[in-house]
């Protein structure tokens, strides 16, 4: 499933949750489809959409066109996030932690494909409360994109960079 543009780096695209939704009609019912699709370049940036249809094959069309839409840009270093978070979205949580090279992806479901496709490779997860996919990924968007590196917290406290990862033994 990866497409190549003409300027525009390759993108990975998964497909994280199919749903078939039922409308039930004077004439009979209706079948609808919903997807939730996650899309990345492998080096930090990530996007995630939902797209509706009538073919499922349509309905991941255009929510890979609204994830690409949607793209966001992580701090990562060497294949991992900087330090522990904890993304929030509805009732679901989930807990983020960074893990030593060789340790791989520990994390479920969605998680682990939108940490594929965003370029993480040793990280830690644990998702609290609903297990809603849509909840999921949204939480840990939210938690990814609230990562701060070093420098941004040295900058912000007027210290310098050494003294930061020297107190809080942040990576990189």
């Known amino acids: 499933m990866d497409?190549?543009?003409?300027?525009?780096?390759?993108?990975?695209?998964?497909?994280?949750?199919v749903n078939r939704v039922t409308k039930v009609v004077k004439g009979g019912r209706i079948m609808r489809f919903s997807a939730i699709m996650v899309v990345g370049?492998?080096?930090?940036?990530?996007?995630?959409?939902?797209?509706?249809?009538?073919?499922?094959?349509?309905?991941a069309q255009k929510a890979t066109e609204n994830a690409r839409k949607a793209m966001v840009k992580i701090d990562l270093v060497d294949g991992t996030i900087y330090h522990a978070i904890q993304g929030r979205h509805g009732a679901s949580r989930i807990y983020m932690q960074p893990a030593s090279g060789g340790t791989g992806?520990?994390?479920?479901?969605?998680?682990r494909?939108?940490?594929?496709?965003?370029?993480?490779?040793?990280?830690?997860?644990?998702?609290?409360?609903?297990?809603?996919?849509?909840n999921i990924l949204r939480a840990a968007i939210r938690g990814l994109t609230a990562i701060r590196t070093p420098v941004e917290v040295a900058a912000k406290r007027g210290l310098p960079l050494e003294e930061v990862q020297k107190r809080h033994r942040l990576i990189g």
Do not use: C, H, Q
């Open 113 to 134: 494909m939108l940490f594929e496709v965003v370029g993480i490779r040793d990280i830690l997860a644990k998702n609290i409360g609903s297990a809603n996919p849509y």
């Open 105 to 111: 992806i520990i994390a479920g479901g969605p998680v």
């Open 41 to 59: 370049d492998g080096d930090g940036r990530v996007g995630m959409g939902t797209g509706k249809a009538r073919e499922v094959s349509l309905a």
């Open 3 to 17: 497409k190549k543009d003409n300027n525009k780096p390759e993108l990975t695209e998964k497909m994280v949750a």
